[in-house]
Structures are given as C-alpha cells and as structure tokens.
C-alpha cells in the first residue's frame, strides 16, 4: 500500500534516460563518436517535492533538466509526466503537455527578447496557448504576475535592457508562471546574480513554490544554494547520478567520494570548526571518451582495480539514501 501510495505521488519520473550528442567527421558526415552528455539516469520527483541537482560544470544537469521537460530528445529511455510517456505524445499532444512544465533559464540577460518590453515577454506564454480573450484580459493578468514576483505593473512597457540582473530573473520567473505550471526546472537560476540578490531571488522561489504547490528541479553547481531551497539532493557526475538522499542526511553524512569532496568545499563559518579540504586531482573527464567502470574513479583517492570493470548502480543503503558506489567499507 506505501509502495502504490508512493508511486502516486510521484509527477515527473526519468527511466534510463539516455542524451547522447553525435559527432560526425569526413564528406559523408558519419558518426565517429557520441558525447555522453547524460547517460542511463534514473529519477523521480513527487508532487510539491523541490529536488536539488548538483554537480561541477560539465556533469550534465542542464542536460537533464531540459531533457525531462522535452526541450531535447531523449536518445534512448523515457521520461514520464504524470504517468503519460512525453516521447510518446504527438506535436499537438505535446504542446497541451508542456502547459504544465516550464523552465527558469540560467542566464536572465540572453533569455529575454531585447525587442519585446516585459508586458510582451510575460504575456506571450498566454498568447501562444491562447489562455487570454481580450487585451484588457492580458494587461491585467501580466500585471498580477509581475506584482507577484515583486515588480511594479508599471514596468510592463519597459525593455530588459533597463534592468538590473536580479530584475531580469523576476522577469523570466513571471514569464514561466504565466500558464500556471506544476513543474518547473530552475536551471542555476541565480549563479549570474550578485550574492545580495541571490537570496533574494531564492526567498522568492521558496514562496511561490509554496503558494502555487510546485514541483521543482532545481540545478545548481552551489551546494550552499542548494541546501536552502531544496527537498532532497541528487548529485550528478559526467552523465550520471552518483548519489541521492534527504537534504540533511546527504548534508551531514555523504556516502559517495565525490559528494564528499563537494561537501568539503563548503564555507564553515565557525573558525574552530574547519573542516579537511578534500581536493580532487585533474579535471572532470570528457564524456566523449568517460572512463570504463566507475566514471569517477580517475579522480577517486579510494578507487581499486574492480572499480574499473564494473559500472555501478545507485543502489539503498538506508532508507532514502542511494548511492552509485561498490564500497561499502570506506566511511
């Protein structure tokens, strides 16, 4: 009974998600090799659950991220929306689905069109899936959204180019709320922002995911970041998930070598409290070429030969707590 009350809980679910890049070389364009920008990812998020996805630069998350709303083609898995197979839907089936899902984009100064005003970018959304009837009908449902996110009605005639960074988010988060979504990806919504805005703009994600019961995917390189608005924790290594857990559990005892090392980055604010920096040798891999085995072991003080031979899956070791790791003897 748990298990089936767990199951539908359950809003957006990846299985086996694979999003390979060809790379293609000589006259004929053939294929040589594929970039394995997220390769055999398993993952689940419940209704009203914000799951945090961490990982360096390279690791694949906005991949992911993009991948489970249908911005990009899987190359082979599926991606489950409320139980409904996205790869499945026709053109027209798809975009009635993606009314549901939405995206906050990194980067809020190329996201935005310079040559729209924000009354124009906020009510496009609404154009497009044709949710509003007349004018009057739009103006007043752009300026509720933007009094929502905290700027004045006032600025729905203004052009980007006349806001600040943080002013800008609000803007693309107004946009993706526009057509009342139960999933939206933050994809690193605040690394461009200054530090003083950051917090602002995460207050901000936390209200509204509360008031309007989102489901959230939240990406993002900052542990610190992560740990303030997220549920659970999910941590990605080129292309695959290496660990997940309840935030605090995952926070105060990590299980995988990677997740560790990231842990260790983190700022202690207490002097007397330092911590053991764990620094990791070399750079991520490339994952035109990942290594056989354990994608991490080139970088894993703890790695053994077996490490090599055998690609492992996250598998429980505690309720709630997975990890993608054959040792079981090192912490």
Not at 75 to 95: A, H
Not at 116 to 128: D, K, R, Y
Not at 221 to 230: E, F, N, P, R, T
Not at 297 to 308: D, L, M, V
Request: charged share 25%.
């Amino acid at each position: 009974m748990q298990q089936e009350q767990k199951m539908s809980n359950t809003l957006i679910e990846a299985k086996d998600v694979k999003v390979w890049f060809p790379v293609r070389a000589g006259l004929l364009r053939k294929v040589v090799a594929n970039v394995k920008a997220v390769d055999g990812v398993n993952l689940s998020i419940t209704k009203g659950e914000v799951l945090g996805l961490v990982g360096e630069s390279g690791s694949g998350k906005t991949t992911l991220g993009r991948a489970m709303i249908k911005l990009l083609d899987c190359t082979s898995g599926e991606v489950k929306f409320d139980d409904i197979d996205l790869g499945s839907l026709s053109s027209g089936e798809l975009r009635a689905m993606k009314r549901r899902m939405q995206i906050i984009f990194q980067d809020p100064f190329s996201s935005l069109n310079p040559r729209q005003t924000v009354g124009e970018i906020v009510a496009e959304p609404l154009i497009v899936h044709k949710l509003v009837t007349s004018p009057k009908q739009m103006a007043d449902k752009v300026g509720e959204l933007l009094e929502t996110v905290g700027l004045s009605n006032a600025y729905a005639d203004r052009y980007p180019h006349e806001f600040s960074g943080g002013q800008r988010q609000r803007i693309g988060i107004a946009r993706a709320l526009a057509i009342d979504p139960e999933f939206i990806v933050a994809d690193e919504p605040v690394s461009a922002l200054d530090v003083s805005i950051q917090a602002q703009v995460l207050n901000l994600l936390d209200e509204l995911r509360i008031k309007f019961d989102l489901t959230m995917l939240f990406i993002s390189h900052d542990l610190a970041v992560v740990q303030h608005i997220a549920d659970r924790v999910a941590v990605m290594y080129l292309g695959r998930l290496v660990e997940i857990s309840d935030k605090m559990d995952i926070y105060i005892n990590p299980q995988h070598p990677y997740t560790r090392a990231l842990m260790s980055a983190l700022p202690e604010p207490d002097p007397e409290l330092r911590k053991e920096r764990i620094i990791l040798s070399g750079d991520i891999p490339s994952p035109l070429n990942p290594p056989r085995g354990c994608v991490f072991r080139t970088r894993c003080q703890y790695a053994i030969k077996a490490c090599s031979h055998e690609t492992p899956e996250l598998r429980g070791i505690s309720p709630g707590h997975m990890k993608a790791c054959i040792r079981d003897d090192l912490f």
